[in-house]
């Protein structure tokens, strides 16, 4: 439970450390002060033994002749407009709407504690209540019963063990786009250089962008295909018999295996089941919108970051940079992205079928 406290506060200091500006002396400190005054010690000396100004030692000793005592005296400054108790109905509301902006949790505060608030208090009272404004995750939509079938698969498999998880192809298709000028939300400047052409967020319409497909495994990666428009069954085939074929003799030798996919509609049409039923391609049952699941989207999240700090500003550019990176990855990365499948499955049914928090 929070507890929010009207009144100074005394900050624990130890001898020798500086403190804060308006921060209250300890009462540690001040009885060491007591002492040290009844032996006539003089203030200034008081002040180079404890590393404490002599102007503080002075109040502190002035206290204690007028009061008699060493407590702190109470604060004299002004009262905050909201107690704990509307610090805790601040929080409740906060916590209820989530997604509220500051300016409508000042407006509801207002009209709540009948207090005159401003945008910049209500953001400072919203600090105490050890609450921030934060950008949120961004997570695909799950229905019920989306969530009710991801929770049965998960609990299904919770007992597999790595070794299991390490025989699985993960495969997926991304998009990656081309970045102009500087995309940053924030620019640091002056009020009047709002017009300045290097303080504008540059923003395209319509900008380039490349579709790839990929597939990895913990023993490496396979092959990286660029994609030309959109995907269909017809072309998904021919990406799995000239793509997929060779990355899974190349990584498993062999070896028994299961192929991982999502359920876009290319993947789930009647002539590609046909067609991987009759290659004998034994298939992970996945369940629908979760892809913060498969490891290969952790890869897909580090190529773009990459992408981000080169910022190509072509297609041919964007291909050879990513082509580059996708080079890079080694065995060890993978292997450890693909070793967290049992926390995600975790996660998962702690969550009850909700995403992901990795």
């Known amino acids: ?30 009885a060491k002060i007591f002492e ?25 000793v002035k206290r204690i002749r007028e009061s008699g005592e060493i407590t702190v005296r109470k604060g004299q400054g002004r009262k905050p407009k909201l107690n704990g108790r509307d ?12 997604h509220s902006s500051i300016n409508d949790i000042t407006a509801w505060a207002q009209d709540y504690f ?36 991801q929770l049965l698969w998960a609990r299904r498999h ?16 991304s998009v990656f786009h081309i970045f102009f000028g500087r995309n940053g939300r924030r620019v640091l400047r002056t009020k009047e250089e709002k017009d300045h052409p290097d303080c504008y967020q540059i923003q395209v319409q319509k900008p380039g962008s490349v579709m790839v497909w990929g597939c990895v495994s913990a023993f490496g990666k396979g092959n990286l295909h660029f994609c030309d428009g959109t995907i269909n069954a017809e072309k998904y085939i021919s990406v799995l018999e000239e793509q997929m074929l060779p990355s899974r003799r190349r990584l498993f030798q062999g070896r028994p295996c299961l ?21 004998r391609v034994r298939m992970l049952d996945w369940p629908a919108c979760s892809p913060d699941l498969s490891p290969i989207e952790n890869v ?3 190529l773009k970051r990459k992408m981000r700090q080169q910022r190509p500003r072509t297609v ?39 995403c992901t928090k990795w």
């Not at 049409?269 to 991987?276: D, E, G, S, Y």
Request: proline share 4%; glycine share 4%; hydrophobic share 30%.
């Open 1 to 30: 439970m929070i507890r929010y406290k009207s009144s100074i506060e005394e900050r624990p200091t130890p001898l020798g450390t500086k403190m804060g500006r308006g921060s209250p002396v300890c009462h540690q400190v001040r």
């Open 36 to 60: 040290m005054m009844k032996k006539n010690v003089s203030q200034r000396q008081i002040g180079r033994d404890l590393g404490i100004s002599p102007s503080t030692v002075h109040n502190i």
């Open 87 to 98: 610090l805790r109905a601040l929080r409740r509301h906060c916590i209820k709407n989530r």
């Open 114 to 149: 009948r207090k005159s608030l401003s945008s910049t208090t209500g953001r400072s009272y919203i600090r105490k209540c050890q609450l921030k404004l934060y950008c949120a995750k961004r997570k695909p939509y799950i229905n019920s019963v989306q969530k009710r079938r």
């Open 158 to 173: 919770l007992g597999w063990s790595i070794v299991q998880w390490k025989r699985v192809l993960w495969s997926d298709e």
């Open 259 to 279: 192929f991982q996919q999502d359920n876009a509609k290319p993947h789930t049409a009647r002539i590609t089941k046909a067609w991987l039923h009759k290659k």
């Open 300 to 302: 897909w999240r580090i």
């Open 316 to 354: 041919a550019h964007l291909k050879r940079c990513l082509q580059e990176e996708w080079d890079k990855l080694t065995p060890a990365t993978l292997s450890h992205l693909i070793s967290s499948m049992p926390k995600s499955l975790l996660s998962v049914v702690k969550r009850q079928g909700n």
